[in-house]
T-cell receptor, first 115, second 111 residues
Framework: DAGVIQSPRHEVTEMGQEVTLRCKPI?????LFWYRQTMMRGLELLIY????????DSGMPEDRFSAKMPNASFSTLKIQPSEPRDSAVYFC?????????????FGQGTRLTVV | GESVGLHLPTLSVQEGDNSIINCAYS??????FIWYKQESGKGPQFIID?????DKRQGQRVTVLLNKTVKHLSLQIAATQPGDSAVYFC??????????FGRGTSLIVHP
């Protein structure tokens, strides 16, 4: 398996624009997590899905943020409209509830810069 | 005003020395603990895990120690190499499958 795949790797956008981050989890994993990492706050959990269903979105900072998982192999995190304070590295991770596969596997991240 | 960045605890060691990275966790109900390594420009990567019914687990050059009495976790790296330079995170998990990450420790290995 190629691991968790995120796109794009880097995104630079102007304030007010819509940004869409994409994630392909590891096949067979039934949990998917979106994290945001900044120097100020470290690694924060934004939202997670189980079997494509959003379970906890209490970490989503504002209504400008939304996430979807239309199927088991794809998820998006959308920011509309984007603001400079959204600049961060966004990670997607997936994990399995299986006994042997309980750690989360992370993608390479998307570095978002909002100017 | 000017924003203040997060200053990670930093451990500097010489190549070949042993490194010990410590982590205090908060949830006494946590039953599973994981150490992650994050290299610059990459996502966190699993190193080693330990369940709460154990107090020690060894991997290749790494050992994790768990002290549930004081809710303390440590990661020991033997014969530290420059490639070990990274930020190390401990993560704990309680009844749900959601790992909660600590702030991280930056390990710098000097050749």
């Amino acid at each position: 398996d190629a691991g968790v795949i995120q796109s794009p790797r880097h995104e630079v956008t102007e304030m007010g624009q819509e940004v869409t981050l994409r994630c392909k989890p590891i096949s067979g994993h039934d949990y998917l997590f979106w994290y945001r990492q900044t120097m100020m706050r470290g690694l924060e959990l934004l939202i997670y899905f189980n079997n494509n269903v959003p379970i906890d979105d209490s970490g989503m900072p504002e209504d400008r943020f939304s996430a979807k998982m239309p199927n088991a192999s794809f998820s998006t995190l959308k920011i509309q409209p984007s603001e400079p304070r959204d600049s961060a590295v966004y990670f997607c991770a997936s994990s399995s509830t299986g006994v042997l596969d309980t750690e989360a596997f992370f993608g390479q991240g998307t570095r978002l810069t909002v100017v | 005003g000017e924003s203040v960045g997060l200053h990670l605890p930093t451990l500097s060691v010489q190549e070949g020395d042993n490194s010990i990275i410590n982590c205090a966790y908060s949830n006494s109900a946590s039953d599973y603990f994981i150490w992650y390594k994050q290299e610059s420009g990459k996502g966190p990567q699993f190193i080693i895990d330990i369940r709460s019914n154990m107090d020690k687990r060894q991997g290749q050059r790494v050992t994790v120690l768990l002290n549930k009495t004081v809710k303390h976790l440590s990661l020991q790296i033997a014969a530290t190499q420059p490639g070990d330079s990274a930020v190390y995170f401990c993560a704990e998990r309680g009844g749900s499958y959601i790992p909660t990450f600590g702030r991280g420790t930056s390990l710098i290995v000097h050749p």
